[in-house]
């Protein structure tokens, strides 16, 4: 449904500025990946992406009274161009009447100013008009419009709410598919202090794959990602000296995440997220969605992996691995970050609630067993590791989860220890960039970028998990 309406929408809106072959490679850019037909599930999670991230214009009206007050003059021809030319040399500027725009909000001073000048009911539609140009030209690739970034994913009720991930492709052992699992053709990219893209990381390692697959970590604190907007975001450093254990991108010369999604797609506007893999040979992003590569990992790179008998992901377990991934994932994982960036009260109430819930299940459930789906390490395992080795480094202070640490949840801590001790795990957790990520890249939790002085744990220290597989 949104596939169909949403061009027809904005060509509606549009003005003849617009040209068709940029309508085309905006409507194309709204297709649904293949595997919608594949799965249901995603495809709610698609319809959802689309419609938050390319929303149709008439969900943006604002009241016309919002510029009735300012003084009006007659609209010449020359002050429409002016306008126009604003437009195309202050982006940052023209942001700010976007984001005015979409918000429901009067513009801001410049733009009075400008609008001030013509009759109000042509401010109104000069108003709508340039909003309506530059987000769809930014659609379309023609302008920089600044990408995304977590922060911004907050509803009007104070919530985060994360947007769904948008490259969607599986990597197959069909060595007929679009993308086959060949030796040497993707690459990583991933960010050492992200949780999502650290699971991968762990799955490379627990299937050797770090030979078939390299992978890149970018530099851990945000930073500006182009001169012409404010957006921050992930950056490679210039060299690998800059911060121990990121790297200059090796393959395609790039100082930005946000600049590969844009090889990939030159009408990308949402999040310019990690991990991302990607494949050389196309040079395109295959997939964004951590939990889609880990399964590809587990199941479809076997004929090269140097551990392609362990299954993470067996099917006697996968009713349970998916019912604790659903418990896991949105209170847990997805649960400190609501807590982080929730903007009222409420929300957060809400969200520290269900974590804490949810952990007391866990830690119930540790109470019984040595891994959450049973005495063997899974899918499920990895995906709850992730988040509770920055618990209390970091979610414990920066998001606000001080109810109880996780030191307090004596299987919890120990299980963390076990998963953190197997072979090749304590490689992907790099804590030096976790804290400096946080604590530096979230101005409007933490301005002055101070990295608190505790706890350091010792993840090496002994623990008694051993005893539920006697
Ligand atoms: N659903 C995605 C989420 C990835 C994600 O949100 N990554 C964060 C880092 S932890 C990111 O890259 N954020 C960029 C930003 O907020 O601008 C996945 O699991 O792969």
């Not at 969900?59 to 009006?72: C, M, Q």
């Not at 419009?145 to 197959?172: C, I, K, Q, W």
């Not at 012409?228 to 930005?256: C, I, M, R």
């Not at 795990?425 to 804290?435: G, L, P």
Request: charged letters at 20%; a neutral charge.
């Amino acid at each position: 449904m949104v596939r169909s309406s949403l061009p027809s929408q904005r060509h509606a809106e549009l003005n003849s500025q617009v040209s068709e072959s940029a309508i085309r490679r905006e409507a194309h850019s709204h297709l649904p990946p293949s595997c919608c037909q594949a799965n249901a599930r995603h495809c709610a999670h698609h319809a959802k992406t689309y419609s938050t991230q390319q929303p149709p214009l008439q969900n943006h009206e604002i009241p016309r009274s919002h510029l009735r007050p300012f003084p009006t003059f007659r609209a010449t021809p020359v002050l429409l161009a002016t306008g126009a030319s604003h437009l195309a040399a202050f982006p940052p500027r023209f942001r700010a009447l976007q984001h005015c725009y979409n918000n429901k909000l009067p513009p801001p001073p410049l733009w009075v100013g400008m609008l001030g000048l013509v009759p109000s009911s042509s401010s109104y539609l000069l108003y709508r008009r340039l909003a309506a140009v530059r987000t769809f030209s930014a659609a379309a690739g023609s302008v920089n419009m600044a990408a995304r970034s977590a922060l911004d994913e907050v509803t009007d009720s104070g919530a985060f709410d994360r947007s769904p991930s948008t490259f969607r492709n599986f990597v197959s052992r069909d060595s007929s598919a679009r993308f086959p699992a060949v030796p040497g053709r993707y690459h990583l990219y991933v960010s050492y202090a992200c949780p999502w893209a650290s699971r991968c990381l762990a799955y490379l390692k627990l299937k050797g794959l770090d030979n078939a697959i390299s992978f890149t970590s970018v530099k851990p604190i945000f930073e500006r990602t182009r001169e012409t907007d404010d957006h921050l975001g992930w950056v490679f450093p210039a060299t690998g000296d800059e911060d121990p254990g990121a790297d200059p991108d090796p393959f395609n010369g790039v100082k930005t995440v946000r600049e590969l999604y844009e090889i990939a797609s030159t009408s990308y506007t949402g999040k310019p997220t990690v991990p991302v893999l990607w494949d050389k040979q196309l040079k395109t992003v295959v997939n964004n969605e951590s939990s889609e590569i880990i399964r590809m990992f587990n199941s479809e790179f076997n004929e090269i992996a140097e551990n392609p008998g362990l299954d993470l992901n067996p099917p006697h377990l996968q009713a349970s691995i998916d019912e604790v991934n659903d418990l896991v994932y949105d209170a847990i994982n997805n649960g400190v970050y609501k807590c982080g960036f929730a903007k009222k009260q409420e929300p957060y109430d809400e969200a520290v609630r269900n974590l804490y819930e949810a952990l007391d299940k866990c830690e119930e459930i540790l109470s019984k067993q040595r891994y959450m789906c049973g005495n063997q390490l899974t899918e499920a395992d990895i995906r709850l590791f992730v988040t509770l080795i920055r618990f209390d480094e970091v979610y414990a202070v920066h998001f606000k989860c001080n109810k109880k640490l996780l030191r307090e949840y004596p299987n919890l801590f120990n299980y963390t220890k076990d998963i953190y001790q197997i072979p090749g795990i304590s490689s992907t957790v790099n804590m030096e960039h976790i804290r400096k990520h946080y604590y530096g890249s979230h101005p409007s939790i933490n301005p002055y970028r101070i990295v608190p002085a505790g706890p350091n744990i010792d993840y090496n220290a002994t623990h008694d998990r051993e005893k539920y597989s006697l």
